[in-house]
């Protein structure tokens, strides 16, 4: 346990229409899971609060109206502080889509910081207000509680500079364009599973990670780093995605802008919320719902979208490593899904690939062949862990300082 740092964190993912949130104990050296749950349909009259522990028991689970972020974060504090005493609760931990330039490492929030992410909502235009809404509805239930906010591009931070780059003139990059990297809280959690696992040695090698899910990307990470990811600049590039299209020609918006006067808002609707999986298939952009309807023409031509543009994605990001020692499927698709894992790397035997059909199937951590020269592993992510340990060892970080300052 970080030194002087006790009592429990509240993890917090606020998105457009929810708040997921977990509760962490710190009273070891590893924060402990202690309840999960969300507040959905947020600015519907029929909301939904549900929550379980660890085991899986309902804690509560009821439809009630949640007009918007600040009554859902106030319905959760006070649920949380009914259940505990106050002092208990030492900090919120917050999921933030995008850190901008300068955020190589999560932060507590401050005013400045506040500001500095609203500047940024430009660049993230359908994630940081929501995130930032969870923000300001913490901070008027209780002023008084540390919050902090975990980026997930800072894990991109030190990515090469060419891998950085555009391909616009060099003056747009002063105005913040340029690729920046997202799903960071998940790929730090995963190469920190390898290390902890397998050792430093295995955690420095080359690896790709998969972050297979309603949202999609991949990561190609070496000695640690990222040094290459299919998303840039907004969380629209690189795969297919539920409803997003992933890598669009250009010329294809600049069509539907001019030659079919689409307005912006239209095509940014059309970009984030219709197309992907949903919009190939015209039924659903689950990928558990299309497989099981795979039948279908429309849902089998969506599913074989993805799988392809993952392996020439996959295949891609080799490249930047020089090689590949080993591949992680990690999201809700890619720790879940047998089927998916195999198409995808059906005919990549020659980066090395190998997959165990039997170890697949039975949802096996290692599920490569035993000759398999790249070790190909599939298991859950815990984007909420990362951010309650990031947000102990601030505030672990910060009482330090505070005692030395006292004692000096």
Known sequence: ???????????????????????????????????????????????????????????????????????????????????????????????????????????????????????????????????????????LRRPDLPQVASFDTAFHHGLPRVARLTGLPRRFEEDGIRRYGFHGLSYEFVIDEVRRRDGDAAADGRIIVAHLGNGASMAAIKDGRSVETTMGFSTLAGLPMGTRPGDLDPGVLLHLLIEKQMPAEALQDLLYDASGLLGISGLSRNMANLLAGQHAPEAAQAIEFFCHHARRHLAGLTAALGGLDRLVFTGGIGANSPEIRARICDGLGYLGLSLDAGRNAGHERVVSSDGSPVLIEAFKTDEELVIARHARDLLGASSTVEKTHAHG
Do not use: Y
């Open 1 to 139: 346990m970080t030194d002087g740092v006790d009592g429990t964190i509240l993890v917090i993912n606020s998105g457009s229409s929810s708040v997921k949130f977990a509760l962490f104990d710190l009273a070891a050296d590893e924060p402990r899971r202690v309840w999960q749950g969300a507040l959905e349909r947020i600015g519907f009259d029929a909301g939904r609060f549900a929550a379980t522990d660890v085991r899986g028991t309902i804690l509560i689970d009821e439809t009630l109206a949640i007009p918007d972020h600040v009554v859902a974060l106030d319905l959760l504090l006070g649920w949380v502080e009914d259940r505990m005493s106050q002092k208990d609760l030492i900090a919120v931990g917050h999921r933030v889509v995008h850190g901008g330039e300068e955020c190589d490492c999560s932060l507590l929030v401050t005013p400045a910081l506040e500001a500095r992410l609203k500047r940024l909502i430009p660049l993230a235009p359908l994630h940081l207000p929501h995130n930032l809404a969870g923000i300001v509805a913490v901070r």
